[in-house]
């Protein structure tokens, strides 16, 4: 009579476990944005993935396409991206997400570089206010 011993494979299992607990919350990717709150109509559900581009508090521009998404990008660098990217679907959505405490005239900034990238209508992104 033999039996298939299970006590190696459950170490193994809880070993793996612990691992993944702990690596899992150092994968998570994105920018620090604290975005402005104000009451408004959330967008109609799409199958396209928007593109997001990203204003930081220090005024860095970041995109959500691409390779180093992590990382900011020049502004001529966001330009060929968009362009790029609106060259092969039109039709994609592109939002704005500008921190609450950057400069007013950085978020348009980035409006202006989308629209010279040939973007037709472009989004902004908010948080809704707390109910009272």
């Known amino acids: 009579m033999s039996e298939i011993n299970v006590v190696p494979y ?4 809880l070993v793996l476990l612990i691992i993944f607990m702990i690596t899992a919350p150092l994968l998570s990717q994105g920018v620090k944005i604290e975005l ?3 009451p408004s109509e959330p967008l109609p559900a799409s199958d396209k993935d928007p ?7 220090a005024g860095n521009f970041f995109i959500n396409y691409g390779e180093d998404q992590d990382k900011p990008v020049s502004p001529e660098v966001l330009v060929n991206r968009i362009n790029a990217l609106i060259k092969y679907r039109p039709q994609l959505p592109v939002l704005v997400k500008g921190d609450t ?13 989308l629209q010279n990238a ?3 209508g472009i989004g902004l992104i908010t948080k809704p206010p707390e109910q009272q």
């Open 10 to 13: 459950i170490d193994v299992m």
């Open 36 to 38: 402005p709150k104000a």
């Open 51 to 57: 593109v997001v581009v990203s204003v930081d508090v």
């Open 101 to 113: 405490d950057v400069a007013y005239g950085r978020v348009v900034q980035a409006m202006a570089l």
């Open 118 to 120: 040939g973007v037709k």
